[in-house]
């Protein structure tokens, strides 16, 4: 069995068009990623915020770097920045083909920096923030959908 890993990036979206547009592709985004997931078992986060998408996936290392190598070349983003590649033990999205986090029109969070000037960061440590940010908003917002559809 090969090893699992994750692999956190960021990204400033190519998406020309008002808010409607972008969420309506980023909502095309998930439901292709949702299904070529399931077949290939690989599971993440994706979040959009103030025209940038973070997002972790996991998976086999074989899957996992041909689905980022598919990425990279997706016109849809440009500016793609490895935060973190690492092999893990276990899935920390591992009930998800690939969860929604957000998506925001303004800047929720300071990613702008990490595009611009990865040098000037501690990567490690950021990729390892943005991990656990992901999973907090997902986490999150499961529960406020579960509060909303529970009578």
């Not at 490895?82 to 998800?96: C, H, K, M, P, S």
């Not at 000037?120 to 656990?132: F, G, L, P, W």
């Amino acid at each position: 069995m090969s090893s699992l890993s994750q692999i956190a990036y960021i990204s400033r979206s190519a998406i020309v068009g008002n808010q409607h547009t972008v969420e309506n592709e980023i909502t095309r985004i998930l439901q292709v990623a949702q299904s070529n997931n399931r077949a290939k078992n690989i599971t993440g986060a994706l979040l959009y915020s103030g025209g940038y998408f973070c997002q972790v996936i996991e998976g086999t290392q074989e899957d996992i770097e041909t689905l980022f190598e598919s990425i990279q070349m997706d016109a849809r983003h440009m500016a793609v920045t490895v935060l973190n590649y690492e092999q893990i033990a276990t899935r920390q999205f591992g009930d998800w083909q690939m969860a929604l986090a957000g998506i925001e029109e303004s800047l929720r969070f300071h990613v702008e920096g990490l595009v611009d000037d990865a040098t000037q960061i501690k990567v490690q440590e950021s990729a390892r923030d943005v991990v656990n940010t992901l999973y907090k908003l997902v986490m999150q917002k499961q529960h406020i959908f579960t509060q909303r559809t529970t009578p």
